[in-house]
């Protein structure tokens, strides 16, 4: 099992289907659980899941279409029925938290826990979020309204020690971490024992880009370069093109060409128009591969490991 996933809980569009959650997804680092969007249904696709929602501390908007936002006050609303305590972290467009934090009063008036909102500014791409291993950054989007996707970037991770080398130096265990971060090792008598020899190179970080909704913008293919795994949108096929512009979307071709310019790993496409069934599907998919071989259609219930 991967220290790095992703699981799609739903990735419909707006309009109500019979096959699709609308946009949520779960992404795992290291056991702590971020949620990016947050549609309705979202907590029976937690439950169908085995994902416990008392386990997110960070809650990530991309904007606020009800498809991506309308499932916030019921989750919220279930975590104060459960006792949660400590801090939950919204991260959003300036307007949400006007939007939000009177249904919060309403519905949720005596929380056991804190919700604490943190603008961003969708204009720009800037870390909204870090800890030791794992920084987020804003991708700025292109949409009818403020949008921005999210770039989860692992940190460097710490070289790998050689511990039978730092025996035969007679290299003390506290030095250890100091080692692994790059540093070199000098004896009593003044002699450097060069990181190399006591190290070798870490293992490679990962990286997980989600951009949804948003029209064709190769302006954010520079963010996301080389990301290990991209969601994109694709709400239509490209027959449809002039409308996927029109209402702010992009098209199946698109999200294929978008991944191919940004040299990324594997390509995860979803947000799919009510229109299309199984079928349709297929064939957005065989749209997006065409430009993109490494695709793969979102689906509910998906875990996508890093």
């Known amino acids: 099992m991967s220290d790095f996933s992703v699981t799609i809980l739903g990735c419909g569009s707006a309009k109500p289907s019979l096959r699709h959650y609308t946009s949520a997804q779960i992404v795992n680092h290291r056991g702590n659980l971020f949620l990016i969007d947050c549609g309705e249904g979202v907590q029976r696709a937690m439950l169908h899941n085995g994902i416990s929602m008392h386990k997110i501390g960070h809650i990530f908007l991309s904007h606020l279409h009800g498809d991506h936002c309308l499932g916030l006050v019921g989750l919220i609303s279930t975590l104060g029925l459960g006792q949660r305590t400590g801090k939950i972290v919204i991260h959003a467009c300036s307007d949400a938290e006007t939007v939000f934090r009177p249904l919060f009063d309403f519905f949720c008036p005596q929380l056991s826990m804190e919700?604490?909102?943190q603008a961003f500014d969708h204009t720009k791409s800037e870390v909204i979020y870090e800890d030791r291993s794992l920084e987020v950054l804003t991708i700025p989007l292109h949409h009818r309204v403020p949008c921005a996707g999210f770039l989860f970037r692992e940190k460097q991770k710490p070289r790998h020690l050689l511990v039978e080398e730092c025996q035969k130096y007679n290299i003390p265990t506290a030095y250890y971490q100091s080692i692994t971060l790059g540093n070199d090792w000098t004896d009593?008598?003044?002699?450097?024992?060069?990181?190399?020899?006591?190290?070798?190179?870490?293992?490679?970080?990962?990286?997980?880009?989600?951009?949804?909704?948003?029209?064709?913008?190769?302006?954010?293919?520079?963010?996301?370069?080389?990301?290990?795994?991209?969601?994109?949108?694709?709400?239509?096929?490209?027959?449809?093109?002039?409308?996927?512009k029109e209402r702010g979307h992009s098209t199946a071709l698109e999200a294929g060409k978008i991944a191919s310019l940004a040299q990324v790993k594997q390509l995860v496409i979803g947000h799919f128009s009510s229109r299309y069934d199984g079928d349709g599907e297929t064939e957005l998919l065989a749209e997006a591969k065409s430009v993109f071989e490494n695709t793969e259609l979102a689906k509910e219930r998906k875990i996508f490991e890093l």
């Open 188 to 244: 009593g008598n003044g002699t450097v024992i060069p990181n190399a020899s006591l190290t070798t190179d870490p293992s490679p970080s990962k990286s997980y880009a989600y951009c949804s909704d948003t029209i064709y913008a190769e302006s954010i293919v520079p963010v996301i370069k080389g990301c290990d795994l991209l969601y994109h949108e694709a709400t239509f096929a490209n027959d449809l093109a002039a409308t996927a």
């Open 115 to 117: 919700v604490e909102f």
